[in-house]
């Protein structure tokens, strides 16, 4: 899909969108002026498309202003020689996408082909699971090993970059995303609040940017910032694994992942709960990803888990499967609800325990969680 064909569904999906909007009209803009404008947004995603721009020439003071611009110099088809040799010739340690694109961009110097040839041998492709993987390993990794901090500047670029097109990047359910959280980096919550930030994305465009669904979903479980919480809050793009029955997985969105944080305020765990009690329609849905995660977050209020209770009870929430969902869990894809939650006690317990016999679960069959 062209960049023009996503600015059109980006336009459609409505003003919640205006930042992709104006990251694909910041790099298409023929007009000089409005580009100006975008090279001066508050949006560092639009300011990143506006360097890739034909129109505007990077020059060595954009490189020292921003260490992203050399990202998006690289990519960008007007970039002198002189430049590209300013990045590609003195500096280190480039996560591999730049000297890749530099080597096969069209004002490539003869000095860097060469310095390449002797300094580089390549990028050994064996090391990586998908192709796909390998810049934003680079991101992550360090010779194999997992490193304590993680390249921000290049995650960011590089997620920009996947935005516009110019990349593909590691699918939102592969297993790159457990490695990148299982390597407990010092900078993580550096790392979900600018993916947190990252501009939400419309149905219609999942399928060219479900990794940045991902990484928007990955910020609102992860994140301890109130304000990319409540950011993220309304978003429900789900993701989808294209498997089936993994329940837990196709019911992620960055919504639902918010109330799966057990950082977040207790109010606005309230207000995800009372918003998705409102919505009578919905609440026989299954899975219902919001109610699901707040069943299971030991961070959920008390009022709230009641809340969940009595839905049930009333048989306002009456669908089998749904129920059950709420209570335990999906026993084979994410066993986990009500009944494991150890926020669930006393009387909320036994009330939980007794809707349980009413459906043929033995309480005994699942364990608390911490106990």
């Not at 796909?132 to 680079?138: I, Q």
């Not at 990148?180 to 980096?185: G, H």
């Not at 919504?255 to 709960?273: G, P």
Request: negative net charge; contains cysteine; proline residues 6%.
């Amino acid at each position: 899909m062209t960049i023009q064909e996503r600015l059109l569904k980006a336009r459609a999906a409505g003003p919640r969108y205006n930042e992709l909007c104006h990251m694909y009209e910041a790099f298409l803009t023929q007009d000089l002026s409005k580009l100006t404008e975008f090279l001066k947004n508050e949006s560092s995603a639009v300011r990143f498309s506006a360097y890739c721009n034909p129109l505007h020439q990077v020059t060595s003071a954009d490189l020292k202003s921003d260490p992203l611009i050399k990202f998006a110099a690289c990519f960008n088809p007007s970039t002198s020689t002189e430049i590209l040799d300013e990045i590609g010739l003195h500096q280190t340690g480039l996560n591999p996408v730049i000297p890749e694109t530099i080597h096969s961009h069209k004002n490539t110097s003869k000095e860097f082909r060469v310095f390449r040839a002797i300094t580089d041998v390549g990028i050994d492709e064996s090391l990586y699971e998908d192709e796909n993987d390998k810049y934003f390993v680079e991101a992550i990794f360090d010779d194999g090993e997992v490193q304590n901090v993680i390249d921000l500047e290049s995650l960011e670029a590089l997620c920009y970059l996947y935005i516009l097109g110019f990349i593909e990047a590691p699918a939102p359910t592969r297993e790159f995303w457990e490695y990148f959280l299982d390597s407990e980096p010092k900078n993580l919550q550096e790392n979900m609040s600018m993916f947190g930030k990252l501009p939400p994305i419309p149905d219609d465009l999942y399928e060219e940017c479900r990794t940045i669904v991902g990484n928007r979903c990955l910020a609102g479980a992860w994140t301890k910032d109130q304000k990319i919480m409540e950011s993220l809050v309304w978003d429900k793009q789900l993701l989808y694994t294209g498997y089936g029955g993994f329940y837990w997985q196709d019911s992620r969105s960055p919504r639902s992942s918010v109330a799966s944080n057990q950082y977040a305020a207790e109010q606005l765990l309230r207000s995800i709960f009372q918003e998705e009690k409102a919505n009578e329609k919905n609440l026989n849905s299954f899975p219902h990803p919001e109610l699901w995660r707040l069943s299971c977050n030991r961070a959920t209020p008390p009022d709230v888990l009641e809340g969940i209770i009595e839905l049930i009870e009333q048989c306002a929430i009456f669908d089998k499967d749904t129920c059950s969902e709420l209570l335990v869990g999906e026993p084979e894809d994410y066993p986990f609800g009500l009944a494991t939650n150890p926020a669930v006690k006393g009387q909320l317990r036994d009330r939980v325990e007794k809707l349980m016999r009413d459906r043929n679960l033995d309480p005994e069959d699942f364990e608390i969680l911490g106990e």
